[in-house]
């Protein structure tokens, strides 16, 4: 299995440890002379609106050596103080107990400088040596993808981009809908009317196999609905596939490629890092179902129902007071997606050695998933140094507060999304003053409204629905993709006007409020991708990049670059310099494409 992932990380020697982690050491420390019997204390560290940060590790302690928290805080301070460390300029006493701390000028423009030093900004490896098995986009084979396939897609993406760069071994699987009675149907159907087309050598210029497939596939089940004749053909035809049948499986092969193809422009158009070799549908895992239920019987976790064998939770009951029901195997011998997915975490975890598996999958198969978990766990597969989590996401709606469809009522195909938001976009940016070429335009609108739409997804958090809004989504005012990408853009024209590449920071300068507020923002990147790896919730770091992309504006207005005088310069050079990498390696993160010109 392929594992690895197109970015190329580069390491440092080492990490550069955030302005935070520098204060509670420093006040770890203090704590640590004073108290010596509490050494080790955690530091109970902030960020504060009275100071950079404010501690109030006084007030926990205090109970412990019986005093009070104001006396104590001001003993802690006094170490502080007598420390002689450069870290911290200003600490003080407040209120019952709490200290508030400043960080010298120095300490701060030493951090960025030091974070412009590394090629990874100053970002651990948090999740490194940790194998997660990712489970995402799952498309159906022959058939369209849409809109329903947009959030598993993005989000999935998204937390293979933030794990990966965080130290994980990430293995992508995109679990295709590959198996089952409708293949059947579609064979027999095109084995009936051999005059349709429906590779991509036959067809004509634009139009993709999968489309022609889905249109057949419709046809077919018109088809076997009306003609018990055709119905009947149909049936034996996946007994005839999943039997082995050479001729059978040589058509669902080449149905299979096609489909792939189409997938494939998709992901790279969405800039999706998902490659066939990530590919592992229900077919996969269909030798593999017999051994599935041997051990679920054999273990008498699995019983019969009225000939179908099934999983009594023992956790979860229905509405009737009944436990919730897991059917295994059909009473006509025949498998669901229950017993396929029982297949997958016990692949995953027996044979892939995952730490982690995430189902990035929508709210609506909550009660699948916690049934198959706990049959996992059951089985004795899904062991406590296993993580598993579902990974749900709620729905895209339309203007009317209603699942997004065509005015026909039809699903929305996402080619037709796609098309309509870098259309928009285009518009959008064409209106603007610009000196671009045609190809220049396109290139731009592509970048920017497949970035709209991916963000527009991956802002809202994952588990609200969310209004698909194309207006909104291409406006360079507010949080969208749009508004970082051409702050990205503001920024790289500022760089190249200032010509000098040169990063030199002069520590010893001190800093304007708006420098400051920057440089903090700058330094809090590494606790947004650690909130992501944590909590699975990709909307925390675009909140963080558009918090970013506003403390760049402030600090612009307020401080200026190409007209100040050396050493100033050199130094808001260099803050334009780390907020440019780090908006550009957020939004690579998010699978989003950081322009240079807009």
């Known amino acids: 299995m392929d594992t690895r992932t197109r970015e190329d990380f580069s390491v440092t020697a080492q990490t550069v440890r955030s302005l935070i982690n520098q204060v509670e050491i420093a006040v770890s420390a203090a704590i640590d002379r004073t108290l010596p019997e509490a050494a080790g204390a955690d530091p109970v560290v902030r960020p504060s609106e009275h100071a950079d940060f404010q501690s109030n590790a006084a007030l926990a302690l205090a109970k412990r050596v019986r005093t009070r928290p104001i006396d104590l805080a001001a003993a802690v301070a006094d170490a502080l103080r007598a420390d002689g460390s450069t870290t911290v300029a200003d600490v003080a006493v407040s209120g019952p107990g709490f200290l508030n701390l400043t960080l010298a000028d120095t300490t701060v423009w030493t951090q960025i400088a030091a974070r412009l030093a590394d090629l990874r900004l100053g970002i651990g490896r948090l999740e490194q040596g940790r194998r997660t098995v990712i489970d995402y986009s799952g498309p159906n084979i022959a058939k369209e993808m849409h809109v ?219 009660l699948h998933f916690q049934l198959v978990f706990e049959t996992a766990r059951r089985a004795g597969w899904l062991t406590d140094g296993v993580e598993v989590a579902h990974v749900a996401f709620g729905t895209v709606l339309g203007p009317d507060g209603r699942p997004f469809k065509t005015r026909a009522g039809d699903t929305v195909k996402l080619t ?120 699975l919730e990709p909307h925390r770091l675009c909140n963080y990049l558009y918090e970013l992309a506003r403390a760049f504006t402030d600090f612009y207005e307020a401080c200026p670059v190409l007209q100040a005088d050396p050493p100033t310069r050199a130094n808001r050079l260099a803050l334009c310099h780390l907020t440019a990498r780090t908006l550009s390696q957020g939004l690579d993160l998010l699978g989003i494409a950081a322009p240079e010109r807009m």
């Open 148 to 366: 329903g396939h947009l959030r598993t897609t993005i989000i999935g993406d998204a937390l293979a981009r933030v794990l990966g760069f965080l130290g994980a071994e990430v293995i992508r699987q995109n679990h295709l809908g590959d198996w089952g009675t409708q293949f059947g149907m579609l064979i027999q159907y095109l084995d009936e009317h051999p005059d349709a087309a429906w590779h991509s050598d036959d067809l004509a210029p634009g139009t993709s196999a999968v489309s022609a497939l889905d249109g057949l596939y419709r046809a077919a089940r018109k088809e076997f609905d009306a003609d018990p004749g055709f119905a009947d053909r149909a049936r034996a035809r996946v007994v005839a596939l999943q039997a082995g049948d050479e001729g059978t499986l040589d058509r669902w092969r080449q149905i299979v490629a096609e489909s792939e193809v189409a997938f494939r422009q998709i992901y790279d158009r969405l800039g999706v890092l998902l490659e066939p070799s990530d590919s592992a549908g229900e077919s996969f895992y269909n030798d593999r179902l017999p051994d599935v239920i041997g051990e679920l019987t054999t273990a008498g976790i699995a019983q019969d129902s009225e000939g179908a064998l099934v999983v009594l939770s023992q956790e979860v009951t229905g509405p009737d007071g009944d436990p919730a029901t897991l059917m295994v195997r059909k009473s006509d011998g025949g498998y669901g997606y229950d017993t396929t997915d029982l297949a997958t975490i016990r692949y995953r975890i027996r044979d892939l050695h995952a730490d982690r598996l995430l189902y990035v999958v929508d709210a609506r198969q909550a």
């Open 416 to 535: 037709d999304l796609l098309d309509a938001a870098t259309g928009k976009a285009r518009a959008t940016v064409a209106e603007k003053d610009h000196a671009l070429t045609d190809d220049d335009l396109d290139h731009i609108a592509e970048a920017a409204g497949i970035g709209a739409v991916k963000y527009a997804d991956l802002s809202t958090s994952r588990t609200k629905d969310y209004v698909f809004d194309i207006d909104r989504m291409v406006s360079f005012d507010g949080n969208t993709g749009v508004y970082l990408q051409y702050a990205h853009t503001r920024i790289q024209s500022i760089l190249r006007k200032a010509g000098d590449m040169a990063t030199t920071v002069d520590s010893a300068l001190p800093l304007h409020r708006a420098e400051r507020a920057l440089a903090f923002q700058l330094d809090a990147f590494g606790d947004a991708l650690a909130e992501v790896a944590r909590l």
